[in-house]
């Protein structure tokens, strides 16, 4: 049943209906709003006829797999560490975002991709491809602390961040070891060099199932403005 009210009003009360899944989208010029059940990372959520999702907007409980893309947590560090830990194990694939800078006095600093507080460097892998309008270099080995990227620092153009996606498939997995591919992009200084592109991918030697991810500088704190982000999504 649906009631249009055209005017303001008290609404006592309403009564929604809990899933276990998110539902289709609504008809062309409407929203849906509904409450997701039945694991740790659930809530109140909203979905338009264009099948944008925004929520959860309080948690409670999540869906039992895949069914688009969920905002899990929003950090925006000014230590040297965003950490997400409890990370649900209900979703196929995890989406890291991160927007940042450190204050370091360089040109820039490493960015470094942590699994489970795991800090023994030989139980990871690396391959990094960098390219800019110079040519490009390829970096491989075995050591997390420089498995990611290299972000601009305080010695690099004003309000130059770098901007990067990480992706890991089957983090919930048991009996793969992790891996982890990724990209970036970002100025760290004013030469004619102007951007730097890397693509690459990362191997952490173990089954476990990933529960806690940390993103690290290198040198200095992530710059309080303009602010750094770091995003986590399920899906």
Not at 70 to 75: D, G, M, P, Q, R
Not at 84 to 104: D, W
Not at 121 to 143: C, P, Q, V
Request: one cysteine or more; hydrophobic letters at 40%.
């Amino acid at each position: 049943m649906t009631k249009n009210i055209g005017t303001d009003a008290n609404i006592d009360q309403v009564r929604l209906k809990q899933e276990t899944s998110h539902p289709a989208s609504p008809a062309s010029g409407y929203e849906l709003l509904y409450i997701i059940s039945g694991s740790a990372n659930g809530g109140l959520f909203v979905k338009d006829s264009a099948g944008r999702q925004i929520g959860p907007f309080i948690t409670g409980s999540a869906p039992s797999s895949g069914g688009g893309r969920t905002l899990i947590s929003s950090v925006s560090p000014t230590g040297t560490t965003a950490t997400f830990s409890g990370i649900p194990q209900t979703y196929k694939l995890l989406t890291i975002e991160v927007i940042a800078r450190s204050t370091a006095v360089a040109n820039g600093v490493d960015c470094h991709l942590q699994f489970n507080a795991d800090t023994t460097a030989g139980n990871y892998r690396y391959n990094l491809l960098r390219y800019n309008a110079t040519g490009s270099a390829i970096e491989a080995g075995a050591n997390f602390k420089i498995a990611i990227t290299t972000v601009p620092a305080a010695s690099s153009p004003a309000n130059a961040l770098c901007n990067g996606i990480i992706q890991i498939v089957n983090y919930a997995s048991t009996t793969i070891n992790k891996l982890a591919l990724q990209s970036w992009a970002a100025k760290y200084d004013a030469s004619s060099i102007f951007l730097q592109t890397q693509s690459g991918s990362m191997e952490w030697i173990n089954v476990n199932p990933i529960t806690q991810i940390d993103v690290l500088l290198s040198s200095g704190n992530f710059v309080a403005s303009p602010v750094c982000l770091v995003n986590l999504y399920g899906e």
